[in-house]
């Protein structure tokens, strides 16, 4: 079954620039969706199809897909933005959906 | 605005069955496929199974299949699972969430999520 591969954590300083990856073979021939989601509440999209923007998300938020790697970038990170994040596919040869491990976001 | 609330978790004994329910609303819900994700406490995202539209296509995680059992009332817009011969390792926040599918594109993802119901599987 595909799998995708996520780091733990991933730290930034106030105002900087973080950057989340999602690895998968060959995950530039899908599509990935990103999700936050802050303690004690429901996951929340983000980014869907790569690197579109749902109504609401700020522009801070981007993403982009190539190769084997994904990545989610948020920009001039806020303490907000601390929360897990979690990428997603969609495997058609299995008719599965398949969630990253999640990465803990933290900003310094 | 759109919603999704679930309801039916608890506590229940190894074994034994239990019934969720997703009260879907702000959208036509006969239009959408419907899906069930759960998280372990302390854990990451798992998905369960997905139901088409019209329920007439329904696929299960390996972890679920032959246990739990996804249907729905379009009459009623309510998503539904049946869990049977549940396990301690079911124990899980589980949410309904609605299918978003770009068409010809062969993907889709979830757009909104409930706030999850809490089941808990222990004697």
């Known amino acids: 079954s595909y799998e995708l591969t996520q780091p733990l954590s991933v730290s930034v300083a106030l105002g900087q620039t973080a950057r989340i990856t999602c690895g998968g073979n060959?995950?530039?021939?899908?599509?990935v969706h990103w999700y936050q989601q802050k303690p004690g509440q429901a996951p929340v999209l983000v980014i869907y199809?790569?690197?579109n923007r749902p109504s609401g998300i700020p522009e801070r938020f981007s993403g982009s897909n190539s190769g084997n790697t994904a990545t989610l970038t948020i920009s001039r990170a806020q303490a907000g933005d601390e929360a897990d994040y979690y990428c997603?596919?969609?495997?058609?040869?299995?008719?599965?959906?398949?969630f990253g491990g999640g990465t803990k976001l933290t900003v310094l | 605005q759109v919603q999704l609330v679930e309801s039916g978790g608890g506590v229940v004994q190894p074994g034994r069955s239990l019934r969720l329910s997703c009260a879907a609303s702000?959208?036509?819900?006969?239009?959408?496929?419907m899906h069930w994700v759960r998280q372990a406490p302390g854990q990451g995202l798992e998905w369960v199974t997905v139901?088409?539209?019209?329920?007439?296509?329904?696929y299960y995680a390996d972890s679920v299949k032959g246990r739990f059992t996804i249907s729905r009332d379009n009459s009623k817009n309510t998503l539904y699972l049946q869990m049977n011969s549940l396990r301690a390792e079911d124990t899980a926040v589980y949410y309904c969430?609605?299918?978003?599918?770009?068409?010809?594109?062969?993907?889709?993802?979830?757009?909104?999520w409930g706030q999850g119901t809490l089941v808990t599987v222990s004697s």
């Open positions: 969430a609605r299918n978003i599918a770009a068409a010809g594109t062969g993907t889709r993802w979830f757009d909104p």
């Open positions: 702000g959208f036509t819900f006969s239009s959408y496929a």
């Open positions: 139901i088409s539209y019209d329920g007439s296509n329904k």
């Open positions: 060959n995950i530039g021939s899908k599509n």
């Open positions: 199809r790569d690197s």
């Open positions: 997603q596919v969609w495997d058609s040869s299995t008719a599965c959906v398949v």
